[in-house]
């Protein structure tokens, strides 16, 4: 059986014999193809003589005068054996059927080929490189999976959190909290959020601004300032100075503790703290405020005072009952004195100071040095 492969001069593998390239290294073969021995095949039967179909030969005639009539007999005989050549071309009539048969004979078996070559590559490639790669691949999937994994599964936390710290309390209104979150990152740029509410009843956020304090309204789109000294008359804020200083929400969540400036210079301030339901104002205490961990610390007239960080009074007493106890005692002296006077009793003078009793016994006071008188000797020679 006639091989229709050949190794390829480059990689030696077996590929079609007429193929001008390899399909295993894609190296020029230069093989001759199908077109050129088609070509070949052509010109090689175009250069064969026709089929001529053989004549009878004529016995040589005896020299007699009676011989012309044979040659007259023999025309029509050359005349009947020329109607039998018309079959002269079904040879050629049947090469080109050969050609047409072999032409398709050959393109069966090239497309058989090139199916089982097909085949062949993949399989290789399947072999080799899908092996290689293999190990590769299945590393970087499983991390991505991994990877995936976490991140969904840190969404799903981060989105049941939020579902169940928002469904705790039915009367959290989400589109108000929306418009807070949002405002909220405005002010972030230009100042200081203390507390937003995002409820059906307090739909507002406290923040620090510009030395004053600000209340922005999630349903009335309305940003105000909140005047402390408006709200309550007790209440004092140097807003030429530094104004309201900080602001802190309660634990509870039920006030707003308020630390303002009274005085210039900050030499006192004063403490109050705001209802977050009505926003009424409650003045606590003034004097140097501090504020730490267990909640605020009071110092004034010499006297600390306590309190936690609601705004409760812990230990000390506040600045008002203070200034009630001095002006206590300045009202209760000249009583004290009046009665004194009233019993006949006099009133000893003040005792004089120290140094008015003591006087100086020696005379200290400076004094200009005489100069001593030198006498020179001559010196004898």
Known sequence: MERNTKPCPVCGKEIYLHARLCPYCQAETKFVSVDEVRAQQSVETADEPDPVVAQPTEAPLPQEEPAAPAVEAAEPIAVETAEPAAPVEDPAESTSADEEEETA???SR?????????SLIKREYTEKIGRRYSRSTILIGSVIGVLSVIVLGI????QFQRHTVYNIDPSVDGWVKQVLDSMDQEVSLRGTTVAKFPDKDRHYMFYLQDKHLHVFDAKQHTDEIFDIEEENARAVVDYTGSGVLNAYLSPNGKFVIVIASRAPGNSECG?????TDTKIVQYLDRGRVTPDK???QVQSFGRVARYDANGERITGISGDEAERAMQQRQTARPQRESS???EGKEVSAPAPS???QISPK???TPKPKVPEKITIKPVEP
């Open 105 to 107: 004979s050959w393109r």
């Open 110 to 118: 090239l497309t058989a080929w090139w199916k089982k070559d097909s």
């Open 155 to 158: 969404f799903i936390a981060a």
């Open 271 to 275: 403490l109050y703290r705001i209802q």
């Open 294 to 296: 267990e909640g605020y």
């Open 340 to 342: 004194s006077k009233s």
């Open 354 to 356: 120290v140094t008015q």
């Open 362 to 364: 020696v005379d200290l």
